[in-house]
């Protein structure tokens, strides 16, 4: 077994911050996903990516940067904090091997 | 267009009754596959069951289980005797094999509430 950690777990910044998201993974996954959902919204993929150092854009990514440096490692940042922004932000890892992915526990962005 | 449709947003049930969500979809691929996860109160997003495009077999999984139409292009998920911790958000989810990255296209999900 293994586990996805998401820090922190909420997050409150201001209007124009640059914040950062941090997800770890201990399965070993080659694959790993940022999703935002909003409220009465279904998951919305920002960022993904396929290997260490690889980044592919998803439906969401404007406004977002990721950074794969590890293989265990994913992390978005939030370039400028708007306040619709508000949103759980859901880190998941898939193996290569595997259809379904693993979701983190999520982060809980507030944007005062 | 929506590719992924959970007509309802919220449901409620009594203890230990039966529930049938209900989930639509579009593509126009051959093999895909299809989720059901569980999106809980504490933000966990918790891996139900998966159904295969080429599959006919029954999928289930504990109280689990669904109803593939796949000429329809509709996936139920049913959960039997239905318990309090039960309660959360159900989100319906496509992966087109297409993207072998394992892009996942979501439904906007369905509130379930159960009464004790």
């Known amino acids: 077994g293994g586990i996805i950690t998401q820090t922190p777990k909420f997050l409150i910044g201001q209007e124009g911050q640059k914040l950062t998201l941090k997800c770890q993974q201990n399965?070993?996954?080659?694959?790993m996903y940022w999703y935002r959902q909003d409220s009465g919204k279904g998951l919305r993929l920002i960022y993904y990516?396929?290997?260490?150092?690889?980044?592919q854009k998803g439906d969401l990514s404007e406004g977002y940067d990721a950074s794969r440096e590890k293989k265990s490692s994913f992390s978005l940042t939030v370039t400028s904090a708007q306040k619709n922004e508000m949103a759980v932000f859901l880190c998941?890892?898939?193996?290569?091997?595997?259809?379904?992915?693993?979701f983190g526990p999520g982060t809980r962005l507030t944007v005062l | 267009a929506e590719k992924v449709i959970q007509v309802w947003s919220t449901a409620s049930r009594q203890e230990g009754e039966e529930l049938t969500l209900d989930c639509s979809y579009e593509?126009?691929?051959?093999?895909?596959?299809l989720f059901w996860y569980k999106h809980l109160l504490s933000g966990e997003m918790v891996f139900l069951i998966r159904?295969?495009?080429?599959?006919?077999a029954k999928e289930r999984s504990g109280r689990y289980s669904v109803v593939f139409q796949k000429s329809l292009k509709s996936i139920s998920l049913i959960i039997s005797a239905l318990q309090p911790d039960d309660s959360g958000k159900y989100f319906c989810a496509l992966w087109e094999l297409r993207y072998n990255q394992g892009k996942l296209i979501f439904g906007q999900g369905t509130k379930l509430s159960i009464k004790p």
């Open positions: 159904q295969t495009s080429s599959s006919t």
């Open positions: 998941a890892s898939r193996d290569r091997g595997l259809a379904e992915q693993f």
């Open positions: 990516s396929i290997t260490e150092n690889d980044l």
């Open positions: 399965f070993n996954h080659d694959t």
């Open positions: 593509t126009s691929q051959v093999l895909y596959h």
